[in-house]
């Protein structure tokens, strides 16, 4: 086996090592949990990796387009070294938003939903820009401001709300006024199983097309993830990092815009209080999950909506509350990112042993500093601060 | 993350800054609050504003967000930040309910504190030892203690009587201090409702009647972090963690060491707040109970530029401003709005003599909109009050972000031995 094909191997395999790693860790430690809290470790871990039913599966597929959309918000952000918590308000208030455009139906047909999108799209970047425009003006923390933002769209979203919603029929609920039929956006059936495929997933793919196209194949990419790396050298090449610090929020804002529409459209129909909250957080972790990159997004949103489908009948069929899940998904987000800094510590000293064989007997291959820029590869430091 | 930008403050300022918080002045600053809320009740006959009930809801409410906030200024002090406060936080309520109702309360107390503290001890062990970023452990930590708590509450408490798979069955009391001698006539002098005496009344009162001996415990940490954190050599060798580990570590301090303790405690103080939401400001654990307590306690050690005095000032205010919105809330909240008005107009002019004219600019719109709102509203929607504490916090920072200065080399990663 020659050289280059060896170094190859070793590092897919450093790379596969650690989301492995971390799914073990999730694994030791769940069951570890269950055992001291006395549930039946056997009985959970049988039903979550038992195989899905083509229903279920239909389901996984459906909350994975919503959480791969918050992800890939988030992962905008992490590109540029911002953290958007706020994915979360900006959903609420553009999926309303988005529900009351389409519910007044101003326009006929699929350009109601068009409208409807393009509205969630500014309404999410609007209100990620506020974090934006606090950030580069007055030098205010994103991460602060997008927190406050999420309590306040709470709040607003609660009062729109009451303001202008139908009461539901049939029960206490309040709602926005239903979607006509002809903006609703169809499914895909699967033969014989009465749950469909959202047909917004087609969005969740073209986002993910365009957020690796744009990350990776124009020059604004290029300059986000330049002064995502190092803003001193962004500077340097007459990057403005202000204005990157800006379209990035805006950028972020708008995907997070898109994150409850697959449910509004596909399924809801209408924008009421029981809609689904928390999709904000999750995207959070998915996108760490997936180290920003489009396709493993793709695995952390499927893995995620794969452990909460799974673990709902645990109530019923072996008497476990299923919020043990929960604990699964995060300690995965936390064993992740450990396990990168551990496979990248592996990885510098696999490197310093290479340079230092090279170099023969007498180089000292410890000078290398352990932590220099040329130690960590670029991709490891994304999120780093 | 850098939480602030710091601008070049002229030196003049820089030692204007550096002034002791004594007494009399932490008396005279309550004594012109009390005033400025005496007027506001006369002139807006929003009796709620002043009154001893809302002074000492207003405590009970300020001390949870006081106590996270210590939390984060312990770990903030030493370098880590830490948003896992509300997971730290979340912890500590399950904990107070769980050995609060088994146990006894004051087991209870330990519970909350030793579960932080646990929470704590996972975010140093990610963050310190595996040069984890420090937000990213923050939220995995949130998530991991939010599904933790409902997994082990439905556990503990599903079969017992008065609890349920999300509460826990009433916790005992911890005992509470009252001075009946002094109590009664205070209240009788507040009833009078006297022009700024009766405002005085109450806030005394509030003092001396029912006072949990949990928030006198919280006050006195405060007075103690204080101290160990400023006066003695173990509180500078933690702070200069914070400001230069690299300088610390050459002069032979255990940098690992003093940001593991730190983030230990913090993580122990932030679980002690959530302690005192479930046996203080109420008497059971209930899902969800914390309600964002802990980044508005980050927020709150931001608002108070990472000094305790500050943290207290700005956990007071949300106290206030989440107290006062449900003490007959559109109509005190309304109140308020006469007093930011002509406090951010205070503002704009004192901003405008800066040569801050754009801020002026921004602060005279939003205090104009405010005063127009008050003239032209007689009460403010209930979601609106519950906005208060957020907008409160987004405008202290969009007004004041560059008159604080976080500790120099927080949020950044450290391994020993890269220091030269």
């Not at chain 2, 930011?340 to 205070?346: D, E, G, N, T, Y």
Request: aromatic share 8%; with cysteine.
């Amino acid at each position: 086996m020659s050289e280059t094909v060896r170094a190859r191997l070793v590092n897919l395999g450093l790379m596969l090592l650690a989301p492995v790693l971390a799914l073990l860790v999730a694994y030791g430690v769940t069951t570890l949990i269950l055992v001291l809290a006395g549930d039946p470790a056997g009985a959970v871990w049988a039903q979550i990796l038992s195989w899905p039913e083509q229903r279920n599966l239909i389901n996984i597929v459906n909350s994975a387009s919503v959480y791969y959309l918050s992800g890939l918000a988030v992962a905008i952000g992490f590109r540029m070294n911002l953290f958007n918590i706020g994915v979360d308000g900006q959903y609420r208030i553009a999926a309303f938003v988005a529900a009351v455009i389409a519910g007044e139906a101003w326009l006929p047909g699929y350009l109601n939903t068009a409208l409807a999108v393009v509205a969630a799209m500014l309404v999410g970047a609007a209100w990620a820009g506020i974090a934006g425009l606090l950030r580069v003006t007055r030098g205010v923390s994103e991460v602060i401001s997008t927190i406050m933002l999420n309590a306040i769209s709470t709040a607003l979203v609660a009062y729109l709300l009451r303001k202008w919603a139908l009461r539901v029929e049939g029960s206490n609920d309040i709602g926005t006024k239903p979607i006509p039929e002809g903006s609703r956006v169809p499914g895909f059936t699967i033969d014989g199983v009465v749950t469909e495929i959202y047909g917004f997933v087609v969005l969740a793919v073209i986002m993910g097309i365009l957020y690796s196209v744009i990350i990776n194949r124009t020059r604004f990419g290029f300059d986000l993830r330049a002064t995502g790396h190092s803003e001193t050298a962004a500077v340097a090449s007459g990057v403005s990092v202000k204005k990157m610090i800006m379209i990035s929020m805006l950028l972020s804002g708008a995907v997070a815009g898109l994150v409850g529409l697959p449910i509004l459209f596909g399924d809801a129909y209408s924008y009421g209080a029981t809609f689904q909250s928390g999709l904000g957080f999750a995207g959070i972790a998915i996108a760490l999950l997936g180290r920003n990159n489009a396709i493993g997004i793709v695995l952390g949103a499927l893995l995620f909506a794969f452990l909460d489908e799974q673990s709902n009948p645990l109530q019923i069929v072996v008497d476990v509350s299923p919020q043990i899940v929960e604990i699964t998904q995060g300690v995965i987000v936390l064993a992740v990112v450990i396990a990168y800094e551990v496979v990248a510590r592996i990885r510098t000293r696999l490197e310093q042993r290479h340079a230092g064989r090279d170099r023969g007997p007498g180089s000292d291959a410890d000078e290398t500093p352990p932590d220099g820029p040329s130690g960590t590869p670029g991709r490891d430091r994304e999120v780093s601060v | 993350v850098s939480a602030v930008t710091e601008t070049a403050a002229p030196a003049a300022e820089r030692v204007g800054r550096g002034r002791r918080i004594t007494l009399p002045i932490i008396l005279l600053g309550i004594a012109v609050l009390l005033l400025v809320l005496s007027l506001l009740r006369v002139i807006t006959g929003a009796d709620d504003v002043a009154s001893s009930g809302t002074i000492s809801a207003s405590i009970a409410a300020a001390i949870p967000i006081g106590l996270a906030g210590l939390g984060g200024l312990w770990a903030e002090r030493a370098g880590v930040v830490n948003i896992g406060l509300e997971g730290m936080m979340i912890l500590g309520t399950f904990g107070a309910g769980y050995f609060g109702y088994f146990y006894d309360p004051w087991v209870g107390v330990i519970g909350a504190v030793v579960l932080g503290a646990v929470g704590g001890l996972i975010h140093a062990v990610a963050t310190i030892s595996f040069g984890v970023d420090h937000i990213v452990s923050g939220v995995a930590i949130n998530i991991i203690a939010l599904g933790a708590v409902q997994y082990l509450a439905a556990l503990a408490f599903a079969g017992e009587p008065g609890g349920g798979t999300s509460q826990s069955p009433t916790i005992g009391d911890l005992p509470r201090l009252t001075i009946g001698f002094l109590s009664d006539p205070l209240g009788d002098l507040e009833g009078q409702n006297w022009f700024f005496v009766s405002d005085v009344a109450a806030f005394l009162r509030a003092l001396v009647s029912g006072l949990s001996s949990l928030t006198l415990i919280a006050l006195a940490l405060f007075v103690l972090t204080w101290y160990v954190l400023w006066r003695t050599a173990f509180g500078l060798r933690l702070r200069s963690c914070g400001e230069n580990p690299g300088a610390a570590e050459s002069l032979g301090v255990n940098v690992y060491l003093y940001k593991f303790i730190a983030v230990t405690i913090s993580g122990g103080l932030a679980g002690l707040g959530g302690g005192f939401l479930a046996m203080v400001a109420s008497s059971t654990y209930r899902d969800g109970q914390t309600g964002g307590r802990g980044y508005i306690g980050l927020a709150s050690m931001i608002f108070g530029n990472w000094r305790p005095g500050g943290l207290l000032t700005g956990s007071f205010l949300f106290g206030y401003t989440d107290t006062v919105r449900l003490r007959s809330g559109g109509e005190s909240v309304h109140a308020l709005l006469l007093l930011v008005a002509v406090l951010l107009i205070a503002l704009a002019v004192w901003q405008w003599r800066n040569g801050q004219r754009t801020l002026a600019a921004v602060s005279v719109g939003i205090g104009v909109a405010a005063g127009i709102w008050f003239l032209l509203s007689d009460t403010v929607p209930g979601d609106f009050t519950s906005m208060t504490p957020y907008v409160a916090t987004l405008l202290v920072l969009a007004m004041f972000s560059q008159r604080l200065r976080m500790p120099a080399a927080n949020g950044l990663r450290y391994r020993r031995g890269s220091a030269g």
